[in-house]
């Protein structure tokens, strides 16, 4: 990898601006003054420090988001806050969120750069499962969730899959394995009734950390990485 795309990937400036900074003798390749922005460097095995301070190489950036109602799960869109950019601050490029959830719908968003995770996710083939608390504006009886679970007509061409429903004392939970449009609103429909509050508490074996506030994000651990990419295997 040339030196300038990797200190661009990291976010220490612009391809333009990175000449001026190697070209002031800031950065240095197993402590030796670069002097080219087009120096090969493996990133996972040579130390490259700009003003002294190591730059921890990261391939690709993880982050679980407590999504707040408002925002939309989108790169960009229009005049309305975006899930992308409640994260600026770290300052990483090419992120998107994985799924998406809707505007008024709060909890769970992972948030990456890494495209080939993200794809495996949401791949209707791979039937990893997204579990949400639902709160509505009718009691669910057990005849609504068993028609919930067995599959329901919400207007496409194929009743929805096979679906996991249960009462929790915080309102029904429910399992899907599939992500179409306003889904969740419209199986309750289909049984007669219609969401007051939609929150996503998990997606593979990946939980939301009960900790996160509403609105704030943190970096996922190597393990719960490991989780999100076995999830759907």
Known sequence: M???KF???NSIGSRKELKGIIKAG??????????DPGMHIDPEKDL???DGSVIEYERFHYYMLNKPAGTVSSVREGASVTVVELLAAENVKNLSPVGRLDKDTEGLLI????????????SPSRHVEKEY???????????????????????????????RAF?????????????RFHQIKRMLEAVDNKVTYLKRLRMGGLLLDPELA???????????ITILKTSGE
């Open 7 to 9: 200190l661009a990937d």
């Open 167 to 179: 009462m929790q004392s915080d309102g029904l939970h429910l399992i899907i394995t599939e992500g």
């Open 2 to 4: 040339r030196i300038d």
């Open 214 to 224: 509403n609105g704030k994000y943190r970096k996922l651990s190597d393990e719960e």
């Open 111 to 122: 948030i990456t750069d890494d495209g080939e995770l993200l794809h495996r996710l949401i």
């Open 48 to 50: 490259v420090a700009v």
């Open 26 to 35: 800031r950065i240095t390749v197993n402590g030796t003054q670069a002097k």
């Open 133 to 163: 608390l639902v709160r509505t504006e009718k009691p669910v009886s057990d005849e609504d969730m068993k028609r919930l679970e067995e599959g329901v007509d919400i207007g496409d061409d194929k009743l929805t899959l096979p679906a």
